[in-house]
């Protein structure tokens, strides 16, 4: 990402070579970093930095092109003849977003000064992604079984290239978060969250659209589109590498070594500030797990089509880029958390609601008729409309609770380790994600209860069924049909929605002072903190991770 780079007084200048910020401003930054007191910051003003915000918008969304390209293949796969199994085995190829914690503090501490702090990393990464785009783009044919493959597709070759693109896109990643935090000014950081959050939907969905709308109906060659954004990437980093100057790491920034940062994280989970902010994050998304993990899949219980769901999905993007637009100028100034308590409680209602209403009123007979060939287009777009409403109304709240969440890393995060601290607050955050949805989907069996009923609906005992059945056999024997009685999914939904109002009037007070800590309090002095938090927190990224681990362990 591009470094701290503050226009010359000249706006000629602004275009071309950046000149150091102001003395003013660095002074003030200066004194923030040795002193550990915090001046009151001037309200978010983005003159001087709209090209600084427009440079990191274009390098976040270059991170989202991958994960489109990712998220086509295994539909590409599918029709070629591919099993479960090898779509199982591609998905390995996200690893590295879920692991990059360790190792952020490489990134954030070892770099040449003459290239700059964070292009040290952004440079080779990207044109390693250019290069092997190219690379994939040769041999796609050949391992999607078009060539001298004989018909077999080669998934290891095509899993094991993707694996190489995410974790260059991982560690582009952290020193794009790092640089985001120099290169705005400080009042406009909270506007890296947004290029965050707009960057990366609009590259996935870019990515992924023209796939589905090109490719697909065979417009153009999916080695073409490959070779297209490979070239992309190389240019745009030939682009930054020439014109975007990156700042010197003033004294109050540097890090001794990489054992250093490791260290400071470790610190850092030590904070009171940070812990308070753990257990918040943890917690906040127990109320919407129902509506965001299981609503779809209950609903394709019910007999949806699966293309029918991953159409609508995708309609809702355009959703995820323009609210962050919207919502910037109430995230952007020293209260971005102000939004996500204002969105909290709809949302919690919102995801109950919509919840029930979608999987209650689901027009399960014309989904039945779809399973036969029938068309059923006009018999379910009324629901499908309710749904997109319901949906998108609920994705307005969910995007506002993403960018203030990302917008608070942003204006805690430490700069001296920026690409570390907002890894690990974010590590924090999809472990809680991750919580909630393997929570809320092992309670829906848990109470979920089921009754053998004979053909008079007379109750003749309990029952079970298990994965691939569809009777218990004990039930049939006494010539009987295993029902559900109580669906753990109303109850979990119920349960959630509880825990969300109770969150709400517990954590509402506790966000708002989070936000009136100085910035001395999310800050570390050095020393070397306990490694038992972070030793807890590798330890449980591990086991996140373990299964895809036991995948790739599997091929050798």
């Known amino acids: 990402m591009s470094c701290t780079l503050r226009p010359r007084s000249d706006p000629a200048a602004e275009c071309s070579v950046a000149m150091p910020q102001d003395a003013e401003h660095q002074h003030l930054q200066q004194h923030q970093h040795a002193s550990g007191t915090e001046e009151p910051r001037e309200p978010s003003n983005l003159q001087g930095d709209y090209h600084n915000v427009a440079l990191l918008l274009v390098l976040y969304t270059l991170q989202g092109i991958p994960m489109g390209f990712s998220a086509a293949v295994p539909l590409i796969l599918k029709e070629r003849g591919a099993t479960f199994s090898d779509i199982a085995l591609f998905s390995v190829c996200s690893l590295p977003f879920s692991a990059k914690l360790f190792w952020a503090p490489i990134v954030d501490s070892v770099y040449s000064e003459k290239v700059g702090r964070r292009k040290t990393w952004l440079l080779p990464t990207q044109l390693l992604i250019g290069a092997m785009m190219l690379y994939v783009a040769a041999r796609m044919p050949v391992w999607l079984g078009e060539g001298e493959g004989h018909g077999k597709l080669q998934i290891v070759n095509l899993t094991f290239c993707y694996l190489v693109l995410y974790v260059c896109c991982a560690t582009q990643d952290i020193a794009v978060d790092g640089w985001a935090l120099t290169m705005l000014k400080r009042r406009n950081v909270g506007y890296a969250s947004t290029c965050n959050t707009i960057g990366q939907t609009l590259g996935y969905f870019e990515a992924f659209v023209l796939i589905m709308a090109l490719v697909e109906p065979g417009y153009v060659s999916f080695s073409t589109f490959t070779v297209v954004h490979g070239v992309l990437f190389i240019v745009i980093t030939v682009f930054v590498f020439a014109v975007k100057r990156e700042d010197k790491v003033r004294p109050t920034e540097e890090v001794d070594s990489a054992k250093t940062v490791y260290y400071q994280m470790a610190q850092t989970m ?265 030793s807890a927190m590798f330890a449980v990224v591990f086991m996140m991770l373990l299964p895809a681990l036991r995948k790739l362990a599997a091929l050798y």
């Open 270 to 534: 030590e904070l009171p500030a940070v812990k308070e902010l753990v257990v918040i994050l943890l917690t906040w998304k127990v109320s919407s797990a129902v509506a965001e993990n299981l609503t779809i899949l209950k609903m394709q219980e019910q007999g949806m089509p699966k293309e029918h769901a991953a159409a609508l999905s995708l309609i809702l993007t355009p959703v995820q880029i323009i609210i962050p637009m919207i919502v910037t100028k109430f995230t952007a100034g020293d209260r971005p958390l102000d939004l996500a308590v204002h969105a909290y409680l709809p949302r919690t209602v919102f995801a109950a609601f919509s919840g029930v209403v979608l999987v209650y009123f689901a027009p399960t007979a014309s989904f039945a008729a779809a399973k036969q060939g029938h068309s059923i287009i006009a018999d379910v777009w009324p629901f499908y409309v309710l749904m997109l409403l319901l949906s998108g109304v609920y994705s307005v709240f969910a995007a506002c609770m993403f960018v203030s969440q990302m917008a608070f890393f942003a204006k805690v995060s430490d700069p001296r380790i920026g690409g570390t601290y907002m890894t690990l607050l974010n590590t924090v955050a999809n472990l809680g994600n991750l919580a909630a949805k393997m929570g809320v989907t092992y309670a829906v069996d848990m109470f979920t209860w089921r009754s053998c009923v004979d053909h008079e609906n007379r109750h003749l005992g309990t029952c079970e069924i298990m994965t691939g059945e569809t009777n218990d056999p004990a039930c049939a024997l006494q010539k009987g049909t295993c029902t559900r009685s109580v669906d753990g999914y109303y109850v979990v939904l119920a349960g959630c929605f509880v825990f969300g109002v109770w969150w709400w009037v517990t954590f509402k007070t506790k966000l708002d002072k989070l936000q009136t800590r100085k910035q001395a309090e999310w800050r570390v002095t050095g020393g070397k903190g306990s490694l038992v938090w972070l």
